[in-house]
Protein backbone atom coordinates (compact mmCIF):
# COMPACT_ATOMS: atom_id res chain seq x y z
CA UNK A 1 0.00 0.00 0.00
CA UNK A 2 1.17 3.39 -0.56
CA UNK A 3 2.32 6.10 2.60
CA UNK A 4 -0.54 8.43 3.37
CA UNK A 5 2.38 11.35 2.24
CA UNK A 6 1.92 9.91 -1.27
CA UNK A 7 -1.70 9.62 -2.03
CA UNK A 8 -2.85 12.80 -3.88
CA UNK A 9 -3.35 15.46 -2.07
CA UNK A 10 -7.41 15.56 -1.99
CA UNK A 11 -7.57 12.26 -1.06
CA UNK A 12 -5.21 12.67 1.95
CA UNK A 13 -6.49 15.89 3.19
CA UNK A 14 -9.81 14.41 2.95
CA UNK A 15 -8.82 11.03 5.44
CA UNK A 16 -6.80 13.50 7.56
CA UNK A 17 -10.29 15.64 7.90
CA UNK A 18 -12.51 12.56 8.29
CA UNK A 19 -13.43 11.78 11.97
CA UNK A 20 -14.86 8.48 10.74
CA UNK A 21 -12.85 5.41 12.01
CA UNK A 22 -13.63 3.73 8.82
CA UNK A 23 -10.64 2.47 6.54
CA UNK A 24 -11.51 4.32 3.83
CA UNK A 25 -11.15 1.27 1.17
CA UNK A 26 -7.55 0.27 2.67
CA UNK A 27 -5.80 3.72 2.78
CA UNK A 28 -6.68 3.81 6.31
CA UNK A 29 -8.26 6.68 8.36
CA UNK A 30 -7.53 10.01 10.38
CA UNK A 31 -5.67 8.61 13.41
CA UNK A 32 -2.70 7.40 10.73
CA UNK A 33 -2.09 10.34 9.13
CA UNK A 34 -0.90 12.19 12.09
CA UNK A 35 2.79 11.81 11.79
CA UNK A 36 4.76 14.28 9.27
CA UNK A 37 5.21 12.36 6.26
CA UNK A 38 9.04 13.49 6.31
CA UNK A 39 9.42 11.92 10.23
CA UNK A 40 8.06 8.72 8.85
CA UNK A 41 9.77 8.26 5.93
CA UNK A 42 13.35 8.94 8.08
CA UNK A 43 11.71 6.32 10.83
CA UNK A 44 11.56 4.14 8.07
CA UNK A 45 14.50 3.94 6.89
CA UNK A 46 16.41 4.48 10.32
CA UNK A 47 14.73 1.57 11.54
CA UNK A 48 16.49 -1.03 8.98
CA UNK A 49 20.31 0.44 9.78
CA UNK A 50 22.03 -0.15 13.08
CA UNK A 51 21.06 3.30 14.57
CA UNK A 52 17.65 3.34 14.26
CA UNK A 53 16.93 4.75 18.00
CA UNK A 54 18.87 7.34 16.46
CA UNK A 55 16.83 8.20 13.88
CA UNK A 56 13.44 8.00 16.19
CA UNK A 57 11.54 11.49 15.89
CA UNK A 58 11.97 13.34 18.71
CA UNK A 59 9.16 12.60 21.65
CA UNK A 60 8.77 8.99 20.77
CA UNK A 61 10.14 6.36 22.26
CA UNK A 62 10.41 2.97 21.74
CA UNK A 63 10.94 0.56 24.67
CA UNK A 64 12.15 -2.91 23.62
CA UNK A 65 13.28 -3.81 20.44
CA UNK A 66 11.86 -3.71 17.14
CA UNK A 67 11.70 -6.60 15.20
CA UNK A 68 8.66 -6.50 13.52
CA UNK A 69 8.66 -2.42 12.70
CA UNK A 70 11.77 -2.97 10.59
CA UNK A 71 10.29 -6.00 8.67
CA UNK A 72 7.11 -3.37 7.40
CA UNK A 73 9.02 -0.67 6.31
CA UNK A 74 8.36 -0.96 2.80
CA UNK A 75 4.92 -1.18 3.94
CA UNK A 76 3.07 1.54 5.49
CA UNK A 77 2.08 -0.13 8.62
CA UNK A 78 0.42 2.74 11.58
CA UNK A 79 -1.10 -0.31 13.35
CA UNK A 80 2.68 -2.25 14.29
CA UNK A 81 3.93 1.46 15.11
CA UNK A 82 1.10 2.10 17.64
CA UNK A 83 1.42 -1.79 18.77
CA UNK A 84 5.69 -1.29 19.15
CA UNK A 85 5.16 2.03 21.24
CA UNK A 86 2.76 0.06 23.42
CA UNK A 87 5.42 -3.02 23.72
CA UNK A 88 3.23 -5.51 21.88
CA UNK A 89 5.72 -6.16 19.63
CA UNK A 90 4.94 -9.87 19.59
CA UNK A 91 1.51 -9.15 17.62
CA UNK A 92 0.89 -10.04 13.92
CA UNK A 93 0.30 -7.41 11.71
CA UNK A 94 -3.04 -6.94 10.10
CA UNK A 95 -3.01 -7.87 6.50
CA UNK A 96 -3.81 -5.51 3.57
CA UNK A 97 -6.25 -6.18 0.76
CA UNK A 98 -4.43 -6.28 -2.44
CA UNK A 99 -4.74 -2.44 -4.38
CA UNK A 100 -6.25 -4.78 -7.82
CA UNK A 101 -8.90 -6.06 -5.54
CA UNK A 102 -10.30 -2.65 -3.97
CA UNK A 103 -10.44 -1.91 -7.50
CA UNK A 104 -11.86 -4.62 -8.84
CA UNK A 105 -14.96 -4.36 -6.23
CA UNK A 106 -15.34 -0.74 -6.59
CA UNK A 107 -15.41 -1.49 -10.35
CA UNK A 108 -18.29 -3.97 -9.82
CA UNK A 109 -20.14 -2.24 -7.10
CA UNK A 110 -19.76 1.31 -9.73
CA UNK A 111 -21.36 -0.87 -13.12
CA UNK A 112 -24.20 -1.83 -10.31
CA UNK A 113 -25.11 1.46 -9.74
CA UNK A 114 -24.90 2.26 -13.42
CA UNK A 115 -27.24 -0.42 -14.23
CA UNK A 116 -29.81 -0.22 -11.73
CA UNK A 117 -30.16 4.09 -12.92
CA UNK A 118 -30.02 2.76 -16.61
CA UNK A 119 -32.63 0.66 -16.76
CA UNK A 120 -35.32 3.29 -15.42
CA UNK A 121 -34.31 5.77 -17.90
CA UNK A 122 -34.10 3.27 -20.45
CA UNK A 123 -38.40 2.25 -19.69
CA UNK A 124 -38.82 5.91 -18.45
CA UNK A 125 -38.96 7.31 -21.95
CA UNK A 126 -36.71 9.02 -24.90
CA UNK A 127 -37.38 6.17 -26.92
CA UNK A 128 -34.62 4.38 -25.05
CA UNK A 129 -36.69 1.62 -24.76
CA UNK A 130 -38.54 -0.63 -26.85
CA UNK A 131 -42.33 -0.85 -26.79
CA UNK A 132 -42.23 -3.91 -25.42
CA UNK A 133 -40.52 -2.82 -22.20
CA UNK A 134 -42.15 0.53 -21.84
CA UNK A 135 -45.42 -2.18 -22.04
CA UNK A 136 -43.99 -3.91 -19.30
CA UNK A 137 -43.53 -0.43 -16.95
CA UNK A 138 -46.93 0.49 -17.80
CA UNK A 139 -48.41 -3.19 -16.93
CA UNK A 140 -45.95 -3.09 -13.27
CA UNK A 141 -47.29 0.56 -12.62
CA UNK A 142 -50.90 -0.30 -13.26
CA UNK A 143 -50.96 -3.29 -10.17
CA UNK A 144 -49.66 -0.81 -7.90
CA UNK A 145 -52.18 2.31 -9.46
CA UNK A 146 -55.25 2.18 -11.01
CA UNK A 147 -56.20 3.51 -14.05
CA UNK A 148 -59.23 5.36 -13.67
CA UNK A 149 -61.66 6.08 -16.94
CA UNK A 150 -64.12 8.84 -16.32
CA UNK A 151 -66.97 7.62 -18.63
CA UNK A 152 -68.47 4.47 -20.01
CA UNK A 153 -71.80 4.25 -21.51
CA UNK A 154 -71.71 0.02 -21.34
CA UNK A 155 -75.54 0.52 -19.40
CA UNK A 156 -76.99 2.74 -22.37
CA UNK A 157 -75.98 -0.62 -24.23
CA UNK A 158 -77.68 -3.09 -21.92
CA UNK A 159 -81.11 -0.73 -22.33
CA UNK A 160 -80.62 -0.92 -25.83
CA UNK A 161 -79.68 -4.44 -26.91
CA UNK A 162 -81.35 -6.37 -23.56
CA UNK A 163 -84.01 -3.87 -22.36
CA UNK A 164 -81.98 -4.03 -18.95
CA UNK A 165 -82.88 -8.01 -18.78
CA UNK A 166 -79.58 -9.30 -17.78
CA UNK A 167 -80.66 -12.35 -16.01
CA UNK A 168 -78.62 -14.30 -18.64
CA UNK A 169 -76.08 -11.07 -19.62
CA UNK A 170 -72.64 -12.82 -19.20
CA UNK A 171 -69.93 -9.89 -18.95
CA UNK A 172 -67.45 -12.32 -17.56
CA UNK A 173 -67.22 -14.81 -20.66
CA UNK A 174 -66.96 -11.64 -23.05
CA UNK A 175 -69.27 -9.88 -25.34
CA UNK A 176 -66.56 -10.51 -28.88
CA UNK A 177 -68.69 -13.21 -30.44
CA UNK A 178 -72.19 -12.68 -29.11
CA UNK A 179 -75.07 -10.91 -30.90
CA UNK A 180 -75.93 -8.13 -30.92
CA UNK A 181 -72.80 -6.71 -29.79
CA UNK A 182 -69.95 -8.68 -31.80
CA UNK A 183 -71.56 -6.28 -34.72
CA UNK A 184 -71.87 -3.03 -33.24
CA UNK A 185 -69.50 -0.38 -33.75
CA UNK A 186 -70.54 0.95 -30.52
CA UNK A 187 -69.49 -2.26 -28.43
CA UNK A 188 -65.97 -2.45 -26.70
CA UNK A 189 -66.30 -3.12 -23.21
CA UNK A 190 -66.36 -6.80 -21.54
CA UNK A 191 -64.62 -7.72 -18.50
CA UNK A 192 -61.83 -9.76 -20.63
CA UNK A 193 -60.88 -6.82 -21.94
CA UNK A 194 -61.37 -4.28 -19.22
CA UNK A 195 -58.57 -6.88 -17.82
CA UNK A 196 -56.12 -6.82 -20.58
CA UNK A 197 -56.48 -3.37 -20.53
CA UNK A 198 -56.00 -3.43 -16.59
CA UNK A 199 -58.92 -0.46 -15.72
CA UNK A 200 -58.23 0.25 -12.12
CA UNK A 201 -61.55 1.96 -11.74
CA UNK A 202 -64.49 2.72 -14.10
CA UNK A 203 -67.23 5.93 -14.02
CA UNK A 204 -69.98 3.58 -15.66
CA UNK A 205 -72.43 6.22 -17.13
CA UNK A 206 -76.32 6.65 -16.26
CA UNK A 207 -77.04 8.20 -19.40
CA UNK A 208 -80.62 9.83 -19.82
CA UNK A 209 -81.46 10.87 -23.74
CA UNK A 210 -82.69 14.64 -24.29
CA UNK A 211 -85.73 12.98 -25.36
CA UNK A 212 -86.97 11.96 -21.92
CA UNK A 213 -86.83 15.70 -20.49
CA UNK A 214 -89.82 16.92 -18.88
CA UNK A 215 -90.84 13.41 -19.02
CA UNK A 216 -89.78 10.45 -17.94
CA UNK A 217 -86.10 11.19 -17.44
CA UNK A 218 -85.86 10.85 -13.70
CA UNK A 219 -87.32 7.18 -14.14
CA UNK A 220 -84.96 6.35 -16.80
CA UNK A 221 -82.11 7.72 -14.89
CA UNK A 222 -83.21 5.56 -11.83
CA UNK A 223 -83.60 2.70 -13.83
CA UNK A 224 -79.82 2.67 -15.23
CA UNK A 225 -78.57 3.19 -11.95
CA UNK A 226 -80.09 0.31 -11.16
CA UNK A 227 -79.01 -1.78 -13.55
CA UNK A 228 -75.61 -0.70 -13.40
CA UNK A 229 -75.80 -2.00 -9.85
CA UNK A 230 -77.43 -5.41 -10.72
CA UNK A 231 -74.37 -5.62 -12.74
CA UNK A 232 -71.57 -4.92 -10.62
CA UNK A 233 -73.09 -7.48 -7.85
CA UNK A 234 -73.47 -10.12 -10.47
CA UNK A 235 -69.75 -9.80 -10.93
CA UNK A 236 -68.68 -9.37 -7.78
CA UNK A 237 -65.26 -11.65 -8.27
CA UNK A 238 -64.13 -9.05 -10.94
CA UNK A 239 -66.32 -5.66 -9.89
CA UNK A 240 -66.94 -3.89 -6.78
CA UNK A 241 -69.00 -0.83 -6.42
CA UNK A 242 -67.42 1.99 -4.63
CA UNK A 243 -68.72 5.49 -3.52
CA UNK A 244 -65.49 6.98 -1.91
CA UNK A 245 -61.33 7.37 -2.62
CA UNK A 246 -60.77 5.10 -0.36
CA UNK A 247 -62.53 2.37 -1.46
CA UNK A 248 -61.83 2.94 -4.98
CA UNK A 249 -58.40 2.27 -4.05
CA UNK A 250 -58.98 -0.90 -1.30
CA UNK A 251 -61.06 -2.25 -4.60
CA UNK A 252 -57.93 -2.01 -6.78
CA UNK A 253 -55.58 -3.70 -4.06
CA UNK A 254 -58.06 -6.46 -4.00
CA UNK A 255 -58.16 -6.83 -7.76
CA UNK A 256 -61.36 -5.55 -8.42
CA UNK A 257 -62.34 -3.41 -10.37
CA UNK A 258 -63.60 -0.35 -8.64
CA UNK A 259 -67.45 0.80 -10.23
CA UNK A 260 -68.61 4.25 -9.71
CA UNK A 261 -71.79 6.06 -11.10
CA UNK A 262 -72.24 9.42 -12.97
CA UNK A 263 -75.27 10.60 -13.97
CA UNK A 264 -75.16 12.02 -17.36
CA UNK A 265 -77.75 14.65 -18.39
CA UNK A 266 -78.74 17.42 -15.63
CA UNK A 267 -82.37 16.58 -17.32
CA UNK A 268 -82.74 13.87 -15.23
CA UNK A 269 -83.12 15.82 -12.06
CA UNK A 270 -86.68 17.13 -13.09
CA UNK A 271 -85.59 20.55 -11.90
CA UNK A 272 -85.36 19.10 -8.21
CA UNK A 273 -82.63 19.05 -5.76
CA UNK A 274 -84.45 16.35 -3.44
CA UNK A 275 -83.92 14.12 -6.65
CA UNK A 276 -80.39 15.43 -6.96
CA UNK A 277 -79.81 13.75 -3.16
CA UNK A 278 -81.78 11.03 -3.72
CA UNK A 279 -79.44 10.17 -6.71
CA UNK A 280 -76.18 10.91 -4.16
CA UNK A 281 -78.03 8.60 -1.64
CA UNK A 282 -78.07 5.54 -4.49
CA UNK A 283 -74.74 5.87 -5.05
CA UNK A 284 -74.24 8.50 -8.24
CA UNK A 285 -70.80 10.57 -7.62
CA UNK A 286 -71.28 12.71 -10.26
CA UNK A 287 -73.57 14.74 -12.49
CA UNK A 288 -73.23 15.92 -15.96
CA UNK A 289 -74.84 19.08 -15.44
CA UNK A 290 -76.12 19.03 -19.24
CA UNK A 291 -76.47 16.29 -22.38
CA UNK A 292 -76.38 17.79 -25.58
CA UNK A 293 -79.66 19.89 -24.54
CA UNK A 294 -80.40 22.83 -21.96
CA UNK A 295 -82.12 22.61 -19.09
CA UNK A 296 -83.89 25.27 -17.53
CA UNK A 297 -81.22 26.22 -15.00
CA UNK A 298 -78.18 25.57 -17.07
CA UNK A 299 -77.21 25.74 -21.00
CA UNK A 300 -75.38 23.01 -23.31
CA UNK A 301 -72.21 22.98 -26.20
CA UNK A 302 -73.46 25.32 -28.44
CA UNK A 303 -75.97 27.22 -26.59
CA UNK A 304 -75.21 30.94 -24.93
CA UNK A 305 -75.94 31.69 -21.82
CA UNK A 306 -74.84 30.43 -18.17
CA UNK A 307 -76.38 28.94 -15.39
CA UNK A 308 -79.57 30.39 -13.25
CA UNK A 309 -79.86 30.94 -9.97
CA UNK A 310 -81.37 27.39 -9.48
CA UNK A 311 -78.54 26.25 -11.51
CA UNK A 312 -75.96 27.79 -8.61
CA UNK A 313 -77.86 26.44 -5.77
CA UNK A 314 -77.41 22.79 -7.99
CA UNK A 315 -73.85 23.20 -7.71
CA UNK A 316 -73.56 24.04 -4.63
CA UNK A 317 -76.19 21.40 -3.25
CA UNK A 318 -73.55 19.15 -5.10
CA UNK A 319 -70.58 20.64 -3.29
CA UNK A 320 -72.31 20.11 0.31
CA UNK A 321 -73.43 16.59 -0.89
CA UNK A 322 -69.82 15.46 -2.06
CA UNK A 323 -70.60 14.90 -5.44
CA UNK A 324 -68.46 15.97 -8.32
CA UNK A 325 -69.35 18.58 -10.73
CA UNK A 326 -68.96 17.09 -14.23
CA UNK A 327 -68.67 19.42 -17.24
CA UNK A 328 -69.02 17.21 -20.62
CA UNK A 329 -71.22 18.83 -22.96
CA UNK A 330 -71.66 21.92 -21.06
CA UNK A 331 -71.71 25.60 -22.71
CA UNK A 332 -68.71 27.71 -22.06
CA UNK A 333 -70.72 29.98 -20.27
CA UNK A 334 -72.18 27.25 -18.11
CA UNK A 335 -69.00 26.11 -17.37
CA UNK A 336 -67.41 29.31 -16.47
CA UNK A 337 -70.17 29.83 -14.24
CA UNK A 338 -69.50 26.82 -12.38
CA UNK A 339 -65.77 26.67 -11.82
CA UNK A 340 -66.35 30.33 -10.63
CA UNK A 341 -69.45 29.02 -7.95
CA UNK A 342 -68.09 25.24 -7.03
CA UNK A 343 -65.84 25.47 -3.97
CA UNK A 344 -64.92 21.84 -5.18
CA UNK A 345 -62.67 20.84 -7.90
CA UNK A 346 -64.95 19.78 -11.11
CA UNK A 347 -64.27 17.74 -14.18
CA UNK A 348 -64.96 17.27 -17.78
CA UNK A 349 -65.42 13.50 -17.74
CA UNK A 350 -64.83 12.95 -21.56
CA UNK A 351 -63.66 15.89 -23.04
CA UNK A 352 -61.06 17.13 -25.35
CA UNK A 353 -58.43 19.83 -26.33
CA UNK A 354 -60.92 22.64 -28.33
CA UNK A 355 -57.29 23.74 -29.59
CA UNK A 356 -56.63 21.16 -31.82
CA UNK A 357 -59.98 20.24 -32.54
CA UNK A 358 -62.30 23.43 -32.68
CA UNK A 359 -65.99 21.29 -31.40
CA UNK A 360 -67.81 22.82 -28.91
CA UNK A 361 -67.79 19.99 -26.77
CA UNK A 362 -64.02 20.37 -26.14
CA UNK A 363 -62.64 22.46 -23.70
CA UNK A 364 -60.83 25.75 -24.88
CA UNK A 365 -57.48 27.18 -23.24
CA UNK A 366 -59.03 30.00 -20.62
CA UNK A 367 -61.28 26.80 -19.43
CA UNK A 368 -58.26 24.71 -19.36
CA UNK A 369 -56.21 27.42 -17.29
CA UNK A 370 -59.46 27.66 -15.25
CA UNK A 371 -59.84 23.66 -14.30
CA UNK A 372 -55.70 23.99 -12.96
CA UNK A 373 -57.00 26.80 -10.91
CA UNK A 374 -59.96 25.40 -9.33
CA UNK A 375 -57.84 22.25 -8.95
CA UNK A 376 -60.15 19.95 -11.74
CA UNK A 377 -59.46 17.54 -14.14
CA UNK A 378 -59.85 17.34 -18.17
CA UNK A 379 -60.37 13.47 -19.10
CA UNK A 380 -59.51 13.01 -22.65
CA UNK A 381 -62.43 11.42 -25.11
CA UNK A 382 -61.50 8.98 -27.61
CA UNK A 383 -64.12 9.90 -30.33
CA UNK A 384 -62.23 10.23 -33.12
CA UNK A 385 -64.85 13.64 -34.12
CA UNK A 386 -63.67 15.17 -30.96
CA UNK A 387 -60.16 13.95 -31.27
CA UNK A 388 -59.60 15.20 -35.29
CA UNK A 389 -62.96 16.62 -35.83
CA UNK A 390 -62.99 14.04 -38.58
CA UNK A 391 -64.08 10.10 -38.80
CA UNK A 392 -60.43 8.66 -38.15
CA UNK A 393 -57.97 9.54 -35.16
CA UNK A 394 -54.75 7.46 -34.07
CA UNK A 395 -52.90 7.36 -31.05
CA UNK A 396 -50.67 9.80 -31.54
CA UNK A 397 -53.65 12.35 -32.13
CA UNK A 398 -54.77 11.20 -28.90
CA UNK A 399 -51.91 11.46 -27.00
CA UNK A 400 -51.75 15.14 -28.77
CA UNK A 401 -55.02 16.30 -26.62
CA UNK A 402 -53.16 14.72 -23.77
CA UNK A 403 -50.08 16.62 -24.18
CA UNK A 404 -51.57 20.58 -24.79
CA UNK A 405 -53.98 19.78 -21.66
CA UNK A 406 -50.63 19.52 -20.30
CA UNK A 407 -48.85 22.39 -21.67
CA UNK A 408 -52.04 24.75 -20.81
CA UNK A 409 -52.93 23.00 -17.62
CA UNK A 410 -50.10 21.17 -15.96
CA UNK A 411 -49.60 17.53 -15.92
CA UNK A 412 -51.76 17.02 -12.57
CA UNK A 413 -55.04 18.21 -14.55
CA UNK A 414 -55.54 15.49 -17.58
CA UNK A 415 -56.76 12.27 -17.52
CA UNK A 416 -58.84 9.91 -19.20
CA UNK A 417 -62.52 9.12 -20.20
CA UNK A 418 -62.81 7.23 -23.29
CA UNK A 419 -66.22 7.11 -23.62
CA UNK A 420 -66.21 3.48 -24.93
CA UNK A 421 -69.86 1.97 -25.90
CA UNK A 422 -70.72 5.79 -26.22
CA UNK A 423 -68.43 6.07 -29.47
CA UNK A 424 -68.46 4.41 -32.86
CA UNK A 425 -65.29 5.61 -34.07
CA UNK A 426 -62.20 4.83 -31.75
CA UNK A 427 -58.77 5.43 -32.62
CA UNK A 428 -57.04 2.89 -34.60
CA UNK A 429 -54.94 1.15 -32.15
CA UNK A 430 -57.14 2.24 -28.91
CA UNK A 431 -60.05 0.49 -30.44
CA UNK A 432 -61.87 -1.24 -27.07
CA UNK A 433 -60.78 -1.15 -23.51
CA UNK A 434 -58.07 -3.39 -23.90
CA UNK A 435 -56.01 -0.99 -24.98
CA UNK A 436 -55.14 1.70 -22.18
CA UNK A 437 -51.69 0.43 -21.87
CA UNK A 438 -50.64 1.02 -25.03
CA UNK A 439 -51.63 4.37 -24.73
CA UNK A 440 -49.70 5.24 -21.49
CA UNK A 441 -46.58 2.94 -23.09
CA UNK A 442 -47.03 5.88 -25.92
CA UNK A 443 -46.38 8.81 -23.48
CA UNK A 444 -43.30 6.97 -22.24
CA UNK A 445 -41.47 7.63 -25.86
CA UNK A 446 -41.72 11.27 -24.94
CA UNK A 447 -38.71 11.88 -22.06
CA UNK A 448 -40.97 14.40 -21.06
CA UNK A 449 -43.31 12.23 -19.60
CA UNK A 450 -41.74 9.86 -16.18
CA UNK A 451 -43.40 7.64 -14.81
CA UNK A 452 -44.81 9.66 -12.14
CA UNK A 453 -46.56 11.49 -14.63
CA UNK A 454 -47.79 8.54 -15.70
CA UNK A 455 -49.59 7.33 -12.94
CA UNK A 456 -50.97 10.58 -12.04
CA UNK A 457 -52.73 10.83 -15.90
CA UNK A 458 -53.66 7.30 -15.57
CA UNK A 459 -55.44 7.70 -12.28
CA UNK A 460 -54.30 9.41 -9.16
CA UNK A 461 -55.54 12.88 -10.53
CA UNK A 462 -59.01 11.88 -10.60
CA UNK A 463 -58.31 10.08 -7.45
CA UNK A 464 -57.38 13.37 -5.67
CA UNK A 465 -60.29 15.25 -7.22
CA UNK A 466 -62.33 12.59 -5.42
CA UNK A 467 -60.80 12.93 -2.13
CA UNK A 468 -60.69 16.59 -2.39
CA UNK A 469 -64.62 16.63 -3.47
CA UNK A 470 -65.05 14.57 0.25
CA UNK A 471 -62.84 16.97 1.73
CA UNK A 472 -65.34 20.10 0.93
CA UNK A 473 -68.25 17.60 1.91
CA UNK A 474 -66.55 17.18 5.60
CA UNK A 475 -65.89 20.94 6.00
CA UNK A 476 -69.78 21.98 4.94
CA UNK A 477 -71.04 19.38 7.26
CA UNK A 478 -68.25 20.65 10.29
CA UNK A 479 -70.56 23.93 9.47
CA UNK A 480 -73.59 22.44 9.55
CA UNK A 481 -74.51 23.47 6.42
CA UNK A 482 -78.27 22.97 5.36
CA UNK A 483 -79.59 21.19 2.58
CA UNK A 484 -80.71 23.52 -0.42
CA UNK A 485 -84.45 24.26 -0.71
CA UNK A 486 -84.18 26.61 -4.11
CA UNK A 487 -86.80 25.61 -6.91
CA UNK A 488 -86.52 25.60 -10.38
CA UNK A 489 -89.85 27.52 -10.68
CA UNK A 490 -93.37 26.16 -11.61
CA UNK A 491 -93.61 23.30 -13.76
CA UNK A 492 -96.31 22.68 -16.13
CA UNK A 493 -97.96 20.24 -18.39
CA UNK A 494 -99.86 16.95 -18.53
CA UNK A 495 -96.90 14.79 -16.58
CA UNK A 496 -97.09 17.47 -13.02
CA UNK A 497 -99.16 16.74 -10.34
CA UNK A 498 -100.14 20.08 -8.61
CA UNK A 499 -99.17 23.56 -8.91
CA UNK A 500 -95.75 22.69 -7.09
Not at 112 to 117: D, E, F, M, P
Not at 229 to 252: S, W
Request: proline share 5%.
Amino acid sequence: MEPPWELELELRRHIENCACTCDHMGYGNYMDYQIAPAAHACLCRAITSPHAHAAVPEGMTFPGPLPDVAERCGRWAPDSLSASASGSSDEKPTPRRPRWRIALAALVVLAGLCAALALPLALGGGGRATPEQRLTTIRRMLRDSPLVDGHNDLAWNVRKFLHNKIGDFNLSAGLEGLEPWARSRWSHTDIPRLRLGQVGAQFWSAYVPCGARDRDAVQLALEQMDVIKRIVEMNAAHLALVTDAAELLEAHREGRIASLIGVEGGHALGDSLAVLRAFYQLGARYLTVTHTCDTKWARAAGSSGGLTEFGRAVVREMNRLGMVVDLSHAGEETARDALEMSQAPVVFSHSGAAALCNSSRNVPDDLLRMIAANGGVVMINFYAKLVTCGERATVEDVVAHINHVRRVAGVEHVGLGAGYDGIDAPPEGLEDVSRYPHLLAELLRDPDWSEEDVRKLAGMNVVRVLQNVERVRDQWRRAAVLPGEESAGVRRGDCVYGPA
